[in-house]
């Protein structure tokens, strides 16, 4: 065998190689991330703190949290909502007076069957959980929307939702001043 024809092989080989390692590397990137298991310490410390803490906390970033700040965060809902009252639904619906609204409520917009059996209205601590990852709250919407990762985020979307409405409703007040700030 001369040694053209073995690098010939040679090359095939590690080709294959390098075709097989990046689809691996390709395939990865899709995958969701692995959760590292909590350690016994961090989880008992996690079990001691109740569900209602973490509502307090959210409600004092909520209170603190800025219209200004969700109104530019909130542009990317415009893709696919309405702000503005009587614009209608568009590929979502309208989110003008979305703050203590029933789910799956606005006319002129056919909801999933998920979402319609959801119920509840849209408070503070739903549209919280919503905005962290929509397809994970309710399985089977048709929402494709990723979330919103940071709690500030979400408290300032939700401050600037509530402006959109003839009456709003009330952020929480901030524990001990006895005010919204």
Partial sequence: MDSFRINKILGLVLGIALFLQTIHLVDAMFLPAKVAKPSSEAAAVKEEQPPA???????????????????QVAKQCQICHNVEEGKGPK????????????????????Y?????????KWTFAA?????????????????????????????????????LSKNPVPLPKVAGTGQAQ
């Avoid at 803490?53 to 109104?71: K, M, N, T, V, Y």
């Avoid at 703050?99 to 006319?107: F, G």
């Avoid at 999933?112 to 509840?120: E, F, I, S, V, W």
């Fill in 91 to 110: 590929i979502g619906p309208d989110l003008y007076g979305v703050v203590d609204r029933p789910v799956a409520s606005e006319p002129g917009f056919n």
């Fill in 53 to 71: 803490a973490d509502a307090q906390a959210f409600d004092s970033l909520l209170a603190s949290g800025s219209a200004e700040r969700g109104a």
């Fill in 127 to 163: 549209l919280n959980k919503w905005l962290i990852d929509p397809r994970a709250d309710v399985r089977g919407t048709s929402m494709t929307f990723a979330g919103l990762p940071r709690e500030k985020q979400r408290a300032d979307v939700i401050a600037y939702l509530v402006t």
């Fill in 112 to 120: 999933t069957a998920a979402l319609k059996a959801k119920g509840g």
